[in-house]
């Protein structure tokens, strides 16, 4: 092959990799899953499976190896790797390259059934095409987007010569926890998702009430807090002043990377924080030490500086430990929550107490209401799957209705009135005018629309038709 051809795309079977895999560890081989696409396992949440496959995203304490060899895993967060474990043997495990790192050097997977998988360059696994783009969410994170073939010799698939045999796909696209930004828009991948048949929505806060500011002014905010605290304690008179960042095992670096930047300063971690670091090739940026005196901005555990949930409570005492065992005398934290109620009524609340201050900075890896209308306004798919929430786990769960309902008018309105008559076809068709059994395509003109708030409303009818959480479609006269 010449140097200028396109490189071959990956074709991989997740059976032979996984046979491959126990072989490898002296594991005896097992023979490809054997139980039928559909229905999948009743206790696996529809927000975890992809449609006609048996990909399952983020979903390992749903596994089993006699429906799907074939584990995704959008990052390293625990809430989606729960279920891996270092004697994991169920199936490969696809990610990206740093969440492999992570799973191979943090987590003790063995080696074999972790498959990285490259950005945007899609690969067939299992006759699906697979494709993995930025989340910017921590570091590793990524979303999937699945072209998954349909049975090309089903009536309407007739290309315009009457071949038969034309290759339709469907296509999925997972965000696993996403942070939407503009630069998405320019993600060539995802053009071709326009108009998906369904995105699996990271809706963590799918709500009006969550908006919270950019990622940029959250960090300008607390870089300002430091530069002004360090600045008046300079000279005699000055205090000896300790910053405390509050983070988890992995994600928000970029708020520790910019302090260190812009403040001059290097980062205190603990030996085990600096590890997760290393795997992510920033032990090397001379950022960050597990040597106390070097500096006076230490990371810590995230409920340290206190509880932030369901409002935040903060850990005086703690403070006043750590100042004293670090010989200090004052204490300024930071703890950069994704939302909290204090930062509904003040959007850089602080809270004080002799020499301690905590300030709640709303800086969130997560999309906020916004941000996720806009991703959906710009992706335009017939539906949209929330992947969090109370109650997501349920098909027809009220709260999963309630969500869905914030995208109205953002989806693909014509595909959910196919999907909505055909619900209508199954659940009984007296309320319908007759011919929409026969035709039922120019019946959609006449059919119920779709309003902002969520609600179908039938525009030569005096009936209001609703989503029901219950019985999936009720109608209620008004
Ligand atoms: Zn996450």
């Known amino acids: 092959m010449s140097s200028s051809e396109p490189p071959e795309t990956l074709s991989l079977t997740s059976s032979v990799l996984y046979n491959t895999a126990l072989s490898s560890l002296s594991l005896p081989p097992q023979s490809p899953p054997s139980h039928p696409l559909t229905p999948p396992l009743s206790s696996l949440p529809h927000s975890k499976l992809i449609p006609k496959t048996r990909f399952i995203v983020d979903g ?9 060899v074939s584990y995704f895993l959008s990052h390293f967060h625990s809430d989606h790797y729960t279920g891996l474990t270092p004697q994991w043997s169920k199936g ?6 740093i969440t492999a790192r992570l799973l191979h050097q943090i987590l003790k997977i063995p080696q074999p059934f ?16 697979v494709s993995l783009i930025n989340a910017n969410h921590c570091p590793g994170a990524v979303q999937f987007l699945f072209k998954v073939p349909v049975d090309s010799k089903s009536k309407g698939n007739d290309d315009s010569e009457g071949n038969n045999n034309v290759i339709k796909f469907e296509k999925y696209l997972h965000t696993g926890d996403f942070r939407y930004c503009h630069e998405m828009k320019n993600e060539t991948m995802l053009s071709e998702f326009v108009g998906a048949d369904a995105v699996f929505l990271d809706t963590t806060y799918c709500h009006p009430k969550f908006l919270f500011p950019s990622q940029e002014e959250s960090i300008d905010h607390i870089v300002g807090v430091i530069q002004k605290i360090s600045g008046e304690n300079e000279g005699e008179n000055a205090k000896n002043v300790l910053f405390l960042v509050a983070t988890y095992v992995i994600g928000k670096e970029k708020i520790l990377m910019e302090i260190s930047r812009r403040c001059k300063k290097k980062i205190h971690v603990d030996s085990r924080k600096m590890s997760v670091l290393s795997v992510l090739g920033l032990e090397e940026s001379g950022v960050f030490t597990v040597d106390e005196s070097k500096t006076d901005v230490h990371v810590v555990g995230w409920n340290v500086l206190g509880e932030t949930w369901p409002y935040f409570r903060p850990n005086f005492l703690k403070m006043k ?16 929550t994704g939302w909290t109620y204090e930062v509904k009524r003040n959007k850089f609340a602080v809270r004080t107490m002799d020499s301690f201050e905590i300030h709640l900075v709303p800086y969130s890896e997560h999309s906020n209401y916004n941000e996720l209308r806009e991703y959906v306004k710009f992706l335009k798919p017939k539906r949209v799957i929330p992947t969090v929430g109370l109650d997501v786990e349920k098909i027809d769960s009220k709260h999963a209705d309630t969500m ?17 008559l055909m619900g209508f076809l199954r659940h009984g068709a007296q309320v319908v005018d007759p011919k929409v059994e026969k035709d039922p395509v120019s019946a959609l003109d006449n059919f119920p629309v779709l309003e902002d708030d969520g609600t179908l409303c039938a525009p030569n009818c005096c009936n209001d038709v609703e989503v029901g959480s219950d019985t999936g479609i009720f109608i209620s006269s008004t």
């Open 92 to 97: 490969i495990i696809y990610c990206s390259s």
């Open 60 to 68: 390992f304490k749903h596994s089993d190896s006699n429906f799907s």
């Open 114 to 129: 972790i498959f990285l998988l490259p950005l945007s360059q899609p690969v067939f696994i299992d006759g699906s095409e």
């Open 321 to 336: 430990e750590v100042m004293s065992e670090r010989g200090y005398s004052k204490v300024v934290g930071f703890v950069p």
């Open 404 to 420: 869905q309902k914030h995208f109205a008018g953002l989806v693909d309105e014509m595909a959910i009135k196919q999907e909505f």
